[in-house]
């Protein structure tokens, strides 16, 4: 079992920058891939942003590209998500999921990530 929690969500204004971390417990000796979702209110969970469990590789959605980086640190067992020129669009609430390395999945799937955190509101205003 692994566990994952989130922090740093809050209320910002559009254009301003917030910083998520997901701190990760339990059985995370194993390579665990990382990635960040998201779920705004009437719509599905969709992908943000993903790290291999290297931390050599990295994806993101099309609409947080030049925006968003994805980081981990392997020795404190986080991944955090910086968010900069934020929108009212980003407006949800925004989860991490781990997977394992193997087998290999899609790095951008929902269905692939095994264990998810509870997740904490973004909320951007105009």
């Known amino acids: 079992q692994v566990q994952l929690v989130e922090s740093g969500g809050g209320s910002v204004q559009a254009g301003d920058s917030l910083r998520l971390s997901c701190a990760a417990s339990?059985?995370?000796?194993?390579?665990?891939?990382m990635g960040w979702f998201r779920q705004a209110p009437g719509k599905e969970r969709e992908f943000v942003a993903a790290?291999?469990?290297?931390?050599?590789?990295?994806y993101y959605a099309d609409f947080v590209k030049g925006r968003f980086t994805i980081s981990r640190d392997n020795a404190k067992n986080t991944v955090d998500l910086q968010m900069n020129s934020l929108k009212p669009g980003d407006t949800a609430v925004y989860s991490c999921?781990?997977?394992?390395?193997?087998?290999?999945?899609?790095?951008?799937?929902?269905?692939?990530?095994?264990?998810w955190g509870q997740g904490t509101q973004v909320t951007v205003s105009s």
């Open positions: 999921a781990t997977k394992s390395r193997f087998p290999i999945r899609s790095m951008t799937a929902r269905s692939s990530y095994s264990y």
């Open positions: 339990g059985r995370t000796s194993g390579s665990y891939d």
């Open positions: 790290v291999s469990w290297s931390g050599s590789n990295t």
